[in-house]
């Protein structure tokens, strides 16, 4: 592994794990009922803090990358974007013609999952090109 | 914009109306015509809009590495943030749903991951933008 990836994880890693614990505190916190009105919106977001870190990790591992890593990084993730997003507007409205239902929490739940995934497959795809 | 990008854009707003349309005819057929029909026939009149997309993502794809060294390592940047942005963001909303701080339907959830991405990739290549200037 090259010194740039072993940063991007010294970095994201902490991060990722900083996030899952606010979320999993916040939503246990809330979950009890304790705090009312806007401070129970003000703990809710409360994980979204370490996600800057994440986007500055990101950041960082994308400008200290070769050509080619980033040619490749750039075709994976605009494919997975756009194929997630497409999927999502194609699916809200075969929803809105009442022949899929779901309900705003599993939407909201997969986003990130479907992401991932449909830029993990399109990087396969991406390194096979390249090779 | 260089001249040699154009005709890609141009195919890209195209394949993008054919998206739309097919996903309409589609929608519209399984509401009527198609009520009751078989499930394959169903399915596979689900799937037609398929089609455009995979068009729309090779010509978004061929005007993205088209560009110079200098466009793709902005758009790569962007295209990163708001996807990362867009799906924590999106699962930051389904915990805020869970504790029933807001609540939005399944459909407009859906149709709004799109529009979402493409803003936050157009502000995020602003920015990115402005950093390399």
New interface residues.
């Given amino acids: 592994m090259r010194a740039v990836h072993r940063r991007y994880l010294r970095e994201f890693i902490p991060a990722m794990a900083g996030?899952v614990g606010l979320?999993l505190g916040?939503?246990y916190w809330?979950?009890l009922g304790h705090p009312s009105g806007y401070w129970?919106?003000l703990i809710?977001?409360l994980?979204?803090l370490p996600?800057v870190l994440?986007?500055r990790a990101?950041?960082r591992v994308?400008?200290d990358s070769d050509?080619l890593e980033?040619?490749i990084?750039?075709?994976a993730?605009?494919?997975?974007?756009?194929?997630?997003?497409?999927?999502?507007?194609?699916?809200?409205?075969?929803?809105?013609?009442?022949?899929i239902?779901?309900?705003?929490?599993?939407?909201?739940?997969w986003?990130?999952p479907a992401?991932?995934a449909s830029?993990g497959l399109a990087k396969c795809w991406a390194i096979r090109r390249y090779r | 914009m260089t001249a040699a990008l154009r005709p890609s854009l141009r195919d890209c707003l195209l394949v993008a109306l054919v998206y739309v349309a097919t996903v309409w005819a589609s929608v519209w057929l399984l509401r009527h015509p198609l009520v009751g029909a078989a499930t394959w026939l169903r399915t596979l009149i689900v799937l037609v809009p398929v089609l455009p997309m995979v068009v729309a993502i090779r010509t978004v794809v061929k005007i993205v590495l088209a560009g110079d060294e200098l466009q793709r390592r902005i758009d790569l940047e962007a295209i990163a943030m708001a996807a990362l942005a867009v799906g924590i963001g999106s699962l930051t909303l389904s915990l805020l749903m869970v504790v029933k701080v807001v609540d939005i339907s399944g459909r407009t959830a859906l149709v709004w991951v799109l529009p979402v991405l493409w803003v936050g990739y157009s502000l995020a290549r602003l920015w990115a933008a402005r950093r390399y200037r």
């Fill in positions: 996030y979320i916040s939503v809330l979950k129970r919106a809710a977001l994980p979204v996600i994440v986007m990101m950041v994308i400008r050509e980033r040619r990084e750039l075709e993730v605009a494919i997975g974007a756009m194929t997630v997003g497409m999927v999502f507007f194609g699916a809200g409205l075969l929803a809105g013609a009442d022949v239902a779901l309900t705003g929490e599993s939407v909201a739940i986003v990130l992401l991932c830029y």
